[in-house]
């Protein structure tokens, strides 16, 4: 039986995913309406405020978008410093990165919302580059849109040709869709309840996920 890296094993993606949803529940619902992940979305209505002359408008689009971009910058520069810093796996230090995002968002008020999306945005980014498989399959944890058509071009090669390994990977990418809706509700029900504070919730699951990674193997 093959083993794989705990960072891309089936529990840390599913964790992941429901962290994603949960960020863009968060972001859009409690912060101003801004998606944290989605940045084609943020792309569109930024543009469209950029055409309808409301400029300043623009920025809280503009913000989360350059902070996804920076995320990235970041895990990438962390990978290229070493791949393991003593006694934990490099991908555990931007999960630590992210972990304290959320709690300094958690405490920031409503006219900070920008500032919020922002640093939402980049734990975004940061997750999206630092995490990008499950067992050797490309899957984003932050989004939907590519799984999508990855998961239903896995599904039809699996069941047109019997392929098996075409059939796990489409479910692969489809229970990452669920469990990213599933995390949306939750978002969704935690805003409700706690505010601002719910964001913390999305940090518990990231620490779950930080102690996962001790373990360095998984069946």
């Known amino acids: 039986m093959k083993r794989w890296q705990t960072s891309e094993s089936i529990t840390v993606g599913l964790f992941l995913a429901l962290s994603g949803g949960f960020m863009d529940a968060y972001s859009y619902i409690n912060r101003g309406k801004v998606f944290a992940n989605a940045e084609t979305g943020n792309i569109i209505l930024m543009t469209l405020k950029i055409c309808e002359g409301k400029f300043l408008e623009s920025v809280n689009y503009i913000i989360p978008i350059t902070s996804f971009a920076i995320g990235v910058a970041i895990s990438e520069i962390i990978k290229r410093r070493k791949e393991k810093i003593d006694m934990i796996h490099w991908r555990q230090i931007p999960l630590l990165l992210e972990i304290a995002a959320f709690i300094v968002v ?14 939402i945005s980049l734990v975004s980014g940061v997750q999206f580059a630092t995490f990008p498989k499950i067992r050797d399959v490309v899957i984003a944890t932050t989004m939907c849109t590519g799984n999508l058509k990855s998961g239903t071009q896995n599904l039809y090669r699996g069941i047109s040709t019997g392929d098996k390994l075409s059939l796990e990977k489409g479910l692969y990418y489809y229970i990452c869709i669920l469990i990213f809706i599933a995390g949306t509700a939750l978002g969704y029900f935690a805003v409700g309840l706690f505010n601002e504070k719910a964001i913390l919730i999305a940090a518990g699951m990231l620490t779950m996920i930080f102690f996962m990674m001790f373990k360095e193997f998984e069946n």
């Open 106 to 119: 958690a405490f920031l008020p409503q006219d900070m919302n920008q500032i919020a999306n922002s640093i």
